[in-house]
C-alpha cells in the first residue's frame, strides 16, 4: 500500500482536513473557534502542510508534493512529466475526501450558520474583490513564490551549508504561512488547484445544510492561476537555482 499514489492522496487528504477544517473552525456558528481570525487560519494552513508532507513521505511518496502546480513546476525542472498522471488524481481524490471528512466534523454546525458565503469559503477560496485577471495574477504570484522559495529551501547553497533537510517540511510550512499572510488577503490564497478544485466539487455534491451554489463561475481562476504560476516559477527555478 505504499505507493506514490497513496502517499500523495493521504497527504493531501491530511492537508484538507486540517486546512479547511481551521477554517470551519473560524467560521462556523457555535464553532469554539469562531471569529478567532485570519491569522489562526493562515498558521492552521501552514500547519496542514507540514502534516501533509510528513504523511505522504510515510506512505509513500518522497516528493510529498500534495499540489498539482507542485507537480507540474518540478516536472519542468526536471524534463520528467510522467508523475502528473499518478499524483494530480491522488491529490484531486484526497482534497475531496479531506473536504468530506471536515464536513462530517462539523456536521451539527452547517445548519446553524445561515451564511452560504461562508460555509463555502470553508471548501474553497474566493476574491476579496471580483476581478478576474487581478484575481489572476494574485495566484500566479502566490505560486511562483511558492515553488521558487521551496527550490531554495532544498538548493544545494541552503541544505549544503549546514541545514539538515528533515527541516525541510517545517521550513516549507512557514512559507505557507508567509504567503498566507503576507499575499493571501486577495483570493485567500488556493497556490494549489487540487486544494480548490476538489472541496469545491466536495461542496457541490455533499449534503450540506442551507449551502448556497459552488461559485463555478470563479472556480477556473484557482486552477488556472496556479498552473500558469507553476511554468513560471520552473523557467525561473531552472534559470537561477
Known amino acids: 500500500m505504499h505507493t506514490p499514489f497513496t502517499g500523495e492522496l493521504l497527504g493531501t487528504l491530511v492537508l484538507i482536513l486540517l486546512g479547511d477544517g481551521v477554517v470551519a473552525g473560524v467560521l462556523l456558528n457555535h464553532s469554539k473557534a469562531q471569529n478567532s481570525g485570519w491569522i489562526v487560519i493562515t498558521a492552521g494552513w501552514a500547519f496542514a502542510v507540514m502534516a501533509g ?3 505522504s513521505a510515510a506512505t509513500g511518496s518522497p516528493d510529498a508534493h500534495l499540489n498539482p502546480a507542485v507537480t ?3 516536472a519542468i525542472v526536471s524534463g520528467d512529466y510522467s508523475k502528473l498522471a499518478v499524483y494530480i488524481p491522488a491529490q484531486l481524490i484526497g482534497a475531496f475526501l479531506g473536504a468530506t471528512l471536515v464536513w462530517l466534523q462539523y456536521l451539527p454546525h452547517w445548519s446553524k450558520t445561515p451564511d452560504q458565503g461562508l460555509k463555502l469559503a470553508i471548501f474553497c477560496t474566493g476574491p476579496a474583490i471580483r476581478n ?47 504567503i498566507g499572510l503576507s499575499l493571501g488577503g486577495t483570493t485567500g490564497y488556493a497556490i494549489n488547484p487540487a486544494r480548490d478544485l476538489g472541496p469545491r466539487i466536495a461542496h457541490a455534491v455533499l449534503p450540506v445544510a ?17 498552473l500558469a504560476g507553476a511554468v513560471v516559477a520552473g523557467l525561473l527555478i531552472k534559470a537561477f537555482i
Open 210 to 226: 442551507g449551502k448556497g451554489g459552488s461559485d463555478w463561475g470563479y472556480s477556473w481562476i484557482p486552477v488556472v492561476g496556479p
Open 53 to 55: 508532507v510528513f504523511t
Open 72 to 74: 507540474l513546476g518540478f
Open 132 to 178: 478576474a485577471p487581478a484575481n489572476l495574477i494574485s495566484e500566479i504570484i502566490g505560486t511562483v513564490v511558492l515553488l521558487f522559495v521551496i527550490a531554495a529551501i532544498f538548493s544545494k547553497p541552503v541544505m549544503g551549508a549546514g541545514i539538515p533537510s528533515t527541516l525541510g517540511p517545517y521550513m516549507v510550512g512557514i512559507l505557507v504561512w508567509a
